[in-house]
């Protein structure tokens, strides 16, 4: 967080980058941890660059008008270290992350591209399980991988491997599934249990033991979004709780709405050794990532039914709701306790879970 | 080359790894050349997990069948180094690579999506000075960017910063340009001048001084190309000329078409300057990357009317035929000299110019 004095230009720099130059003149871990440094430097320098309708949208995947349906289009960087984990590896993520920003689209994933930058050294056997596990990850969710590159780097200048996929995907239903749609009065729902993703990376990174192995929940949303949808339910909003966690889903979905969150915190499923290992790490499980949770936010009079269809698939049946929209507050997104008082919920900075995903 | 007694697990990879274990256990650099080597390492093991219909045309993008027109997709990742170099960086590089993928499959860009793997400490300035040149390019080309994603890795474990994207177009024509569409008698037109943006490279690398500072030629090609198509000349394959040079994309076709390709050597146009510089990194102009290039494929009776349309473009004004196609012989591609003897043109192994795009 300090300044950096070796900073070349600094004249140039407060003249062409609209990031506070004085407070952050280099990319800091945070930058890449889904918080709040990652809104800024996305909103400041690269948004306003590159500005234009499909990207305005903010949402994970741009939504493509064509002659037939519409088309999603979506792409995530993996970076997660280390590369294998309780529950996954970075094979699973690449494949289920990008079909999961499909999914939020509403889309039916129809394929996606792999681009892989790997560092010199990497034993053969890493890439062929990473690959191994991608093949079973897409075979899974009958998604192609049609296209791809690869990429080497000197020893020392990258991490074993990173893997960059883009996915592509129709959307046959004509809602607009996007902040824009959640009104007052909306339920918030989780799909499941939060934070395990997280735990199970630091965990394994700080070589934590617990009771039991947390895995993570990494898995594909496809089957109970494209459910719901296909069920006729009305959809207002939906939002993967990947970095950043719940904190930031809620938070970008209340600012885009110009509404307030309320979050009943005794609804909010979080194992006891999740919840255990966060008070250890000193983490909000509200920040955490998930790789396989999502918040769906509809009407009240269509909440039972929904219930009733994501019931019905493994990764979501433990889905409830946990909230509701109000008019525009004081603050966007306020945890409610049995117990104590309400207090704010905070959009974390991203710095203390780097590599997540 | 040497195999690693290190490799934890030698049973493990002869059992899984399709790749000869004995003579690389681990990636090379070369692995990334785009010559052999990737060849080898795509064949042999990622191509083979994730087999389907699409990926195995082998073309830089991957043609889909919607209800309209056919959907071209396509991605890269790009780590050149360095950032900078005459002619370009790597945002015009990250735009062009992937505009120009779409074109070889004759399709219109319709948008990008942009992935940045950043290291932790690079500076915002450098940042903002790539992300302008993809404003610029993306803006020049007409084509959106409109999704992203940005990671950052903890210093020393990347290189300032990776950029992957990702492109969709619209193919609106109906011919295959495809190796498959090959036929021998056919004629081969290079866009221009070869090898002078791993010159560029290379050079500010390694801070060699010329007379003159050679300058990449990193281009769209989308304009020539559609212009080709819009003229009606019948297009047989395209191919750009990037890692692993002329060699590469020639050996591609010559190998998927199983026809052998015949270059006259006098007529591919190698700037003195970069012929020089060639001579002195020991390295063939025809394996050496370009980014503003392209192999074209046509019947004969379609040559000059090409010629005719791409002098009309500045990046390949300087277009000229530069070989033919024949029935398969011996040798898939073979380069002809006035003077000596016919020699074998080899595809490089891609460890003399890591890092090139």
Redesign the interface.
């Known amino acids: 967080m300090s300044t950096d004095p070796s900073?070349?230009?600094p004249t140039?720099?407060s003249a062409?980058?609209p990031?506070p130059?004085s407070q952050?003149?280099?990319?800091?871990?945070?930058?890449?941890?889904g918080g709040r440094l990652?809104q800024e430097?996305?909103e400041r320098?690269?948004l306003p660059?590159?500005a234009?309708a499909?990207?305005d949208q903010r949402h994970?995947?741009?939504v493509?008008p064509?002659?037939?349906?519409r088309?999603a289009?979506?792409?995530?960087?993996?970076?997660v270290?280390p590369l294998f984990f309780p529950g996954g590896d970075l094979g699973t993520l690449a494949v289920n992350g990008t079909l999961n920003d499909l999914a939020m689209s509403g889309a039916r994933p129809?394929?996606l591209?792999?681009?892989?930058?790997?560092?010199?050294?990497?034993?053969?056997?890493t890439?062929?399980?990473i690959?191994?596990s991608?093949?079973r990850a897409?075979a899974a969710a009958g998604v192609?991988?049609?296209?791809?590159?690869?990429?080497?780097?000197?020893r020392?200048?990258?991490?074993g491997i990173?893997i960059?996929t883009?996915g592509?995907g129709w959307i046959h239903h004509t809602a607009t599934i996007a902040p824009a749609s959640v009104r007052p009065g909306d339920l918030l729902i989780f799909s499941g249990d939060l934070g395990r993703h997280g735990i199970a990376i630091m965990a394994t990174r700080e070589s934590l033991q617990f009771e039991s192995t947390i895995e993570s929940d990494c898995a594909s949303l496809v089957e109970p979004v494209l459910a719901l949808l296909e069920a006729g339910i009305e959809v207002h909003c939906l939002r993967d709780l990947t970095r950043g966690g719940a904190a930031s889903a809620l938070h970008e979905i209340a600012g885009a709405a110009q509404l307030s969150l309320f979050i009943d915190e005794q609804r909010v499923n979080i194992r006891a050794d999740v919840r255990a290992a966060c008070e250890i790490l000193g983490l909000d499980p509200m920040q955490v990532a998930c790789e396989g949770r999502f918040l769906l936010v509809l009407p009240a009079a269509a909440a039972e039914s929904a219930l009733a269809v994501l019931r019905k698939f493994p990764t979501s049946e433990q889905a409830a709701i946990v909230g509701e929209v109000k008019e525009r507050g004081r603050t966007p997104v306020v945890l409610r306790s049995r117990l104590g008082p309400a207090r704010i919920l905070e959009m974390g900075s991203g710095e203390q879970l780097?590599?997540i995903c």
């Open positions: 900073n070349p230009s140039l720099l062409a980058c990031l130059a952050h003149p280099r990319v800091l871990l945070g930058h890449g941890g990652t430097l996305v320098m690269i660059a590159f234009n499909h990207l994970d995947a741009a493509l064509t002659a037939g349906a088309l289009f979506t792409t995530d960087s993996h970076v270290h129809a394929c591209s792999a681009a892989f930058i790997l560092e010199e050294g990497l034993p053969f056997e890439l062929q399980r690959v191994d991608m093949k897409a192609p991988i049609v296209t791809g590159d690869t990429k080497v780097v000197e020392g200048r990258g991490d990173f960059t883009a592509l780097p590599r």
